[in-house]
């Protein structure tokens, strides 16, 4: 059964930090690759970080320098850490699993609002 658990958004002034967790029931965690997507009100959903099995990250623009991604296999978790938060970054954060060779599978959780304001 698959089951997502995220944690660590919540209100964070400009500038601040924030580190969001994702723990993913989902078989063979280190077959996925691991993503966070975020959607603000009006927006599409977007890429903001990906890493693969193999460990390759990759970030929007938008956040690299300022965002890390990262994967712990043995306890099914992928985190990411986000410092100088501008309020731009508001919006709700999606933990992703994708496979990346058949069979395909692509998961989503439930997503965690992340808002920085003054």
């Known amino acids: 059964q698959v089951h997502f658990v995220e944690s660590g958004g919540g209100l964070v002034q400009p500038g601040g930090s924030l580190r969001l967790s994702c723990v993913a029931s989902i078989g063979i965690f280190s077959r996925y690759t691991m993503a966070w997507y975020r959607q603000a009100p009006g927006n599409q959903r977007e890429l903001v970080a990906s890493i693969t099995s193999t460990y390759i990250t990759n970030y929007s623009d938008s956040v690299k320098g300022r965002f890390t991604i990262s994967r712990d296999n043995a306890k099914n978790t992928v985190h990411l850490q986000m410092n100088s938060l501008k309020p731009e970054d508001t919006a709700v954060y999606y933990c992703?699993?994708?496979?990346?060779?058949?069979?395909?599978?692509?998961?989503w959780g439930q997503g965690t609002q992340v808002t920085v304001s003054s």
């Open positions: 992703n699993a994708v496979t990346r060779v058949e069979p395909i599978y692509n998961y």
